[in-house]
């Protein structure tokens, strides 16, 4: 009977509120280093962005993991429906040739799994400041077209020590820091390797200690990031979500 | 002469998870006033549903109770320290009362309250307060969002008195005004151009037209059906619109009113010419009436029946047997 009062064709289709997630991904030359235990060492060593290594035959690298771990993210938000609508994926590598945007925000319906390949040094500083500045273009857009979005995320991975430019890395902490202060920013840093630098990696997260990534398993991780966007994306407004840092402990512990 | 109507429905989430609806509608008449009040309980909140009750029934008597009063203060901080400390203070007691923390209870408020000649509109927090006047639906106050989607000012935030918005104005050509909460806005907000979907009007006409014993049912059906498919939030609304008149319902409308009412396009030739002999037969079926009868009254050569059957299908007239006659005058 209230269809003759209000009809479906009557209403605004507001677009759905964007959670954006960056992923700063270390893509140095080390994260080609093989996982212990799945190839073969040979007698060969070569030094490698700062440490000296084994050349190794077959085997899953650092990389790969990372690789099929972005992967499992997609595949988990873009397997809920709110959290496919809703889910903005920017991805900023460092490597070679400094600082790289892999893959812009966008809905990840137009965007498609960056490939990612290691080699070079690691300018953590300029890949996050180059994600800041991404973050930030995007939520001028969002003001711009009338679309609200949740605090965005940003993921900073590494295996090593940041490289860069000293003054970029200070000026990305202020930053990052300075954000994550004033609630308008959720980090988690992460370090996948036991040479990571958990020093600097605490440095832009003042709110949480940086995690350690145990065993290579990205596949956990970025899956359990995929459900905390599919749970953010279907909460209801006003409503405190059970946000990553509030569960984040049953991750922590993998 | 005021009218207030409206409803609060449970969105998805919340009927999902179990939890009851934390949007809440409230209502205040009294010495020629007239006051309706929304209140979204904050998701975060504890006891969301019984902060939003409360401080929507305070606010809609405190307003009906002290309305010259806070008109006639040019002091508006004054008057938004008052209402806020009103409010703070139902809450508290509420809060001792059902033994949990004064946050527990916090939920944004959005009111209206009018009365002959002035009108007082309150908005804290989200959700969106629009007015209609000559014809034309505006926004008087948007959603005020923090910076992200789930963030937003309650009743109980410390910086309230700082965030509350408080309006007041004549009421001289005003035909009503809507307050939405923010699953409701979803529907009827265009959050890009910042401007109300033009349905509104029809509701808000409706809403002064029928009485509330259907018009509720009506748009509580509307609401849940359509409204909350948008979003997974609660959905509320509240109307105050300007009371028509029972004897004639579209005596003190406006020309583009009573052209929309009868179905008479506006650019259509012969509209105005149209629009009179409507409102003549309108008129004349104050008493019952045969077709021929009006017919012969108003020298129609080839029959009226498609002009009564737009009428019929609108709800101004019914009719019975042979005999057509307006409909408030046949309830009678």
Known sequence: MGQNLIRVQDLEDNPTARVPVCLCLDVSGSMNIIIPGTGRATNEQRVIDGQRVYIAEGGVSRLD??????????????????????????????????????????????????????????PMGEAVNLALDCLEQRKKEFKEAGVDYFQPWLVLMTDGVPNGNQQALEQAITRTRNLANANRLTVFPMAVSEEADLATLSRFSPKRPPAKLKNMNFKDFFEWLGKSVQQLSNSVPGEKPTLPHDNVDTWWEI | MWKTTGCAVIGRGHEKEG?????????????????????DGAGSAKMAEEGAICAAKIA???LVAHFHEILADDDATAVKEQLLATLKHALQERAEELDCALRDLASTLLAVAADDEQLLIVHLGDGV???????????????????FANVTTFVTSPDALVKLRIYRG???????????????EQSFYQKQQRRLMPRLVHVMREAALVDNRVFVPQLVDAMTTVVTARTQDDCSIALLVRAIDE???????????????????ADAPCARRRLRLCDEIYGY????????????????????????ARLLAKGYIVKNGDIYQRACAARE
């Open chain 2, 19 to 39: 939890l009851p609806c934390q949007d809440q509608v409230a209502f205040a008449a009294g010495g020629g006033i007239a006051a309706a009040v929304l209140a």
């Open chain 2, 285 to 308: 079926l104050a008493k019952p009436r045969t077709e021929r009868a009006i017919c012969r009254r108003f020298h129609i050569r080839f029959g009226a029946k498609k002009k009564l």
């Open chain 2, 170 to 184: 004549g009421v001289e050509n005003v035909e009503g005004i809507v307050l939405m909460s923010d699953g409701t």
């Open chain 2, 247 to 265: 004897e004639n319902p579209l005596a003190g409308k406006d020309d583009a009113a009573r052209m929309e009412a009868f179905g008479i396009v």
């Open chain 1, 65 to 122: 993991e990372m690789q099929k771990g972005i992967e499992s993210f997609y595949e988990t938000v873009r397997s809920d429906p709110q959290a496919h609508d809703a889910a903005e994926i920017c991805v900023v590598t460092f490597g070679a040739g400094g600082a790289h945007i892999a893959c812009d925000f966008a809905g990840v319906d137009r965007q498609t799994v960056p490939r990612l390949s290691a080699d070079g040094e690691t």
């Open chain 2, 60 to 62: 809609a008597n405190y």
């Open chain 2, 129 to 147: 307060i629009g007015y209609l006047k000559e014809g034309e639906l505006r926004v008087v106050s948007a959603p005020d969002n923090g910076e």
